[in-house]
């Protein structure tokens, strides 16, 4: 095990350098140093709240929707907790911890190395659940993440906890370890599987417009997906992913699948990315946010989504995909069944009017009189007035031809369609184009003609 005193640090020493066989200028100059020293954070002491706007923040940190993100430098040894306040970075919280033995990133388990990538909190164990050498709680990491496992790095049992004995640096076996008032206060920062830790050998401190390009870059690819899947291509999909991406395919289909459906009864579907955050590591980039798909008009929380973007060449990729809350999507997507099964096929909608036409050019009354339902009207007539109108104009016209072009099938509800389409009728007295328009109603699971208008073409 590793410790301060062994490790060649010592503040003391430093102090030395500063004081010993110094002149009266070059002490002026050593006190300014020595205050520029004590005021900067020693790696492996201290901790706090700060909440100050800080002018350089991790390069990690592209955008931050609600909540906060947990950034961790393996090579200094330091937590930090930041925040965006819709302006700038707030950095809410510094303090020491302890990452694994071993140098890098881990590989496989056992090697007592703390692995470095983007991950989340899955679960929380309380003091009672916990043996004392994790202290007073313990956060469990979604390590491997799915490009870890894409990439054979394997282990498990990867957690941010307390301890129960003095914190020295590098003496984990893989966790990251905090003093017990350090994971107490930083769990208030923490909500499970959304608060995004970030763990790096170091950090790389940039300036925040540093990330208005990264930002605007991603942001272009999260665009296209979204317009994929409000289009419901999955060859549009397929396009933005990665030859060997890993992802559910099957449960994306379907919900491609469900949205042509809807887009072809004439039904609408927008997607917006809420809380949109981006998240930056060495090889790979994180966006995070909530599925807000609005149906018809209707709002629906697809639950949150991570894609774990790359880039090759100039193009972003996708990755992977995580969806956080599956029931939430499963249950969005049964919701769209729904929605689809609600509306009839517009191919049975033209066998019911096809039928109707055979019946009226062969002068089948009985026929043509069942198509129609029982409250019918029209033109100031209703049912029995409108069939002996019709039987009259049966008897007079002979030899009557009707071709049908342009249908077209509005939706109302369930149980309401109207249906237009322009007809060409023909027969020993009469020959008129013009358009008809059926008002349709559901009866006991059959379709009929509650309404009938016509208008002739000029």
């Known amino acids: ?45 201290g901790s706090g709240t700060t909440d100050e706007s800080v002018s350089f923040i991790p390069d990690s940190l592209v955008s931050l929707a609600a909540g906060h993100a947990i950034v961790i430098d393996k090579t200094t040894q330091r937590l930090f907790v930041y925040r965006f306040d819709g302006t ?49 709680m313990a956060f469990d990491l979604s390590y491997p993440n799915i490009l870890d496992k894409k990439e054979g790095n394997n282990g498990n049992n990867i957690w941010l906890h307390g301890t129960d004995k003095p ?41 925040p417009p540093v990330q208005i390009s990264q930002r605007e870059d991603i942001t272009l690819l999260i665009d296209a997906w ?3 899947v409000c289009d419901g291509s999955v060859q549009k999909l397929a396009g933005l992913y990665g030859k060997d991406s890993q992802y559910d ?48 008009g209707r709002p629906y929380d697809a639950g949150l989504r991570k894609l774990f973007l790359k880039k090759w060449l100039n ?33 049975d909608i033209r066998k019911v009017v096809d039928t109707w036409i055979v019946s009226w050019k062969a002068g089948d009354m009985k026929g043509y009189a069942s198509f129609y339902a029982g409250d019918f009207r029209s033109r100031g007539m209703d049912l029995d007035k409108w069939l002996a109108y019709k039987s009259n104009i049966f008897r007079l016209h002979k030899d009557i031809h ?30 008129a184009v013009g358009i008809k328009t059926l008002y349709f109603k559901n009866v006991d699971n059959s379709w009929k003609i509650c309404k009938e208008l016509w208008r002739q073409k000029k």
């Not at 989340?120 to 007073?136: C, M, N, R, T, V």
């Not at 072009?405 to 009469?430: A, C, D, G, M, W």
């Open 1 to 45: 095990m590793t410790s301060y005193e062994g490790s060649g640090y010592s503040p003391m020493k430093r102090q030395s350098m500063v004081w010993c066989g110094a002149k009266p200028a070059v002490l002026f100059l050593g006190i300014i140093v020595l205050s520029i020293i004590v005021m900067t954070p020693v790696p492996g002491f």
């Open 88 to 136: 700038s970075f707030q950095r809410a919280y510094e303090t020491a911890c302890s990452t694994g033995k071993n140098k890098g990133t881990k590989i496989r388990s056992g090697d007592a190395r703390t692995p470095e990538g983007i991950y989340f909190p899955i679960k929380l164990f309380s003091d009672a659940e916990l043996s004392a050498i994790y202290g007073s």
């Open 167 to 207: 914190l020295m640096p590098y003496q984990s076996n893989g966790c990251i370890a905090l003093e017990n008032n350090d994971i107490d206060a930083v769990s208030r920062f923490i909500t499970l599987n959304e608060t995004p830790i970030i763990i790096q050998d170091y950090i790389k401190w940039v300036p």
């Open 226 to 228: 979204t317009n994929a």
């Open 249 to 296: 395919k099957e449960e994306r289909d379907r919900l491609a699948g469900q949205i042509q459906t809807l887009k072809k009864y004439g039904g609408g579907v927008t997607l917006v990315p809420k809380d949109l955050s981006l998240l930056k590591h060495d090889k790979y980039t994180v966006a995070m946010f909530r599925q807000g798909f609005t149906v018809n």
């Open 315 to 347: 193009d972003w990729y996708i990755e992977g995909e995580v969806t956080v809350d599956p029931g939430k999507e499963r249950q969005f997507i049964a919701e769209l069944e729904k929605t689809n099964n609600e509306y009839v096929n517009r191919d």
């Open 402 to 431: 009707i071709d049908i072009k342009n249908l077209k099938v509005t939706y109302q509800s369930r149980h309401k369609v109207i249906v237009t389409f322009e007809q060409n009728y023909r027969s020993s007295r009469v020959n």
